[in-house]
C-alpha cells in the first residue's frame, strides 16, 4: 500500500525516508478519537490561522522499518505542524522483525494511531478486512477535502480497494506524468576523485570496470578510511533494486515490446552489466561491503565520502547531505 511515507494531508505533510510502504490510519479504541481530534485541529487550523494555538495532541506513529530512525521536532517542518496544530509525533519501530511486532499489535488490538508499512505485507489486508483502519476517503470528506487536491488521482486509482475505498497513500509514487519529468533513482560520482582520474567515460560496461580498478588502486583510502569503488541499494529477499529496477531504467531497456511484456533480466545489454559486476567482484575491486551493507551503514559511509560512485535513491542522498 504505502512506503515510509508521507501524511496524507498536506497540511502536516513531512516527508520521511523509504519506499513502497503504506501509512494507513486507525479505528480502533480510544487511539481514533485521538486520531480524530488531529484532523479536527488541522482543518480548523486552515480555515481561521488566526485562532488560539490548539491543544497538544500526540499521535503515536508506528514504522515497520528497523531501519528507520527520524524523530519529530528540531527541524523546520515537523516544529511548524506542531506550532501551527499542537499535534507531535512518537514515532515506534519492531525491535525484532515486523511482521511479528505488528502481528502482535493487532491481535490485542492494541494499534498505534498511524501504521506505515510496506504495500506487500500481509498486515494490509488484514487491517482492512477487520476494520481496524479508516478510509481515507471518510476521513478526507469529513475532515479536509484538500486531501484532493494534494493526493495524485493515479496513486488513489491504483491503491483504491474492491470496496470503493482508499486505506493507504503511498509517499514513493508517481502518477503518469510526474513520472515523465522527474525520478528518485541517480548514478553519482565524487567529482574530486573522478577528475583527477582524468574525467574518463563510465558509459559503457569496459570504461566502468577500467575506472572502478584506477579509482581502488590509486585511492585506496580517502581521509583514513577505505574507499568503496561503486555501491547499491541493500540487499534482501526480494532482491537489489538498485540492480533490478534502477539499472534497467539507467540501460533505457523498455518494459515492453511490440506490445509484449519484456523482462529486463533477458536484456543482453543488461546481462553485459551484471557480468561485469561479477568479474568486479570476482577480481576484489569490490568487496564484501557490496553484498552486506544495510541502509544505515550506506547512509554513514555515503557521509564519510567513502563512495566513488553509487547507484542509488536520490532521497537517501538528499538526506545524507542534508545531515551533513
Not at 146 to 174: C, H, K, M, N
Not at 177 to 203: C, H, I
Request: proline residues 6%; aromatic residues 12%; negative net charge.
Amino acid at each position: 500500500m504505502l512506503a515510509p511515507g508521507t501524511v496524507c494531508y498536506d497540511k502536516i505533510k513531512y516527508s520521511l525516508q523509504g519506499k513502497e510502504a503504506a501509512v494507513m490510519t486507525t479505528d480502533r479504541g480510544a487511539r481514533s478519537v485521538c486520531l480524530t481530534a488531529a484532523l479536527l485541529l488541522l482543518a480548523g487550523c486552515a480555515a481561521a490561522p488566526q485562532q488560539p494555538a490548539a491543544p497538544a495532541v500526540q499521535l503515536d506513529w508506528y514504522v515497520n522499518f528497523s531501519w528507520f530512525n527520524a524523530g519529530w521536532g528540531g527541524n523546520h517542518v515537523t516544529d511548524t505542524v506542531t506550532e501551527s496544530t499542537g499535534v507531535t509525533v512518537d514515532f515506534s519501530v519492531p525491535t525484532g522483525a515486523g511482521s511479528d511486532t505488528l502481528d502482535a499489535m493487532i491481535r490485542q488490538e492494541d494499534l498505534p494511531d498511524l501504521i506505515t508499512l510496506g504495500w506487500w505485507e500481509p498486515q494490509v489486508s488484514t487491517l482492512i478486512d477487520g476494520g481496524y483502519v479508516y478510509s481515507l476517503d471518510e476521513l478526507a470528506e469529513t475532515y479536509d477535502p484538500d486531501f484532493y487536491t494534494v493526493a495524485g488521482a493515479d496513486q488513489l486509482d491504483w491503491y483504491r480497494q474492491p470496496d470503493g475505498y482508499v486505506y493507504g497513500y503511498p509517499s514513493f509514487s508517481a502518477g503518469v506524468e510526474e513520472a515523465q519529468q522527474a525520478a528518485n533513482m541517480v548514478f553519482v560520482v565524487r567529482k574530486d576523485l573522478y577528475e583527477a582520474l582524468g574525467s574518463p567515460d563510465m558509459t559503457t560496461p569496459e570504461g566502468f570496470a577500467d575506472t572502478l580498478r584506477r579509482a581502488a588502486a590509486q585511492f585506496p583510502e580517502v581521509d583514513g578510511k577505505p574507499l568503496i569503488p561503486f555501491g547499491v541499494g541493500e540487499f534482501n529477499e526480494y532482491g537489489n533494486a538498485s540492480l533490478t529496477d534502477c539499472l534497467p531504467d539507467f540501460l533505457a531497456i523498455p518494459p515492453q515490446k511490440d506490445g509484449q511484456a519484456y523482462d529486463a533480466v533477458t536484456d543482453p545489454d543488461y546481462q553485459t552489466w551484471l557480468k561485469t559486476l561479477r568479474e568486479l567482484v570476482a577480481d576484489g575491486t569490490l568487496t564484501s561491503d557490496f553484498f552486506f551493507d544495510k541502509r544505515q551503514q550506506t547512509a554513514e559511509k555515503l557521509l564519510d565520502g567513502q563512495y566513488f560512485c553509487l547507484l542509488y535513491q536520490w532521497t537517501d542522498v538528499d538526506v545524507a547531505l542534508q545531515k551533513n
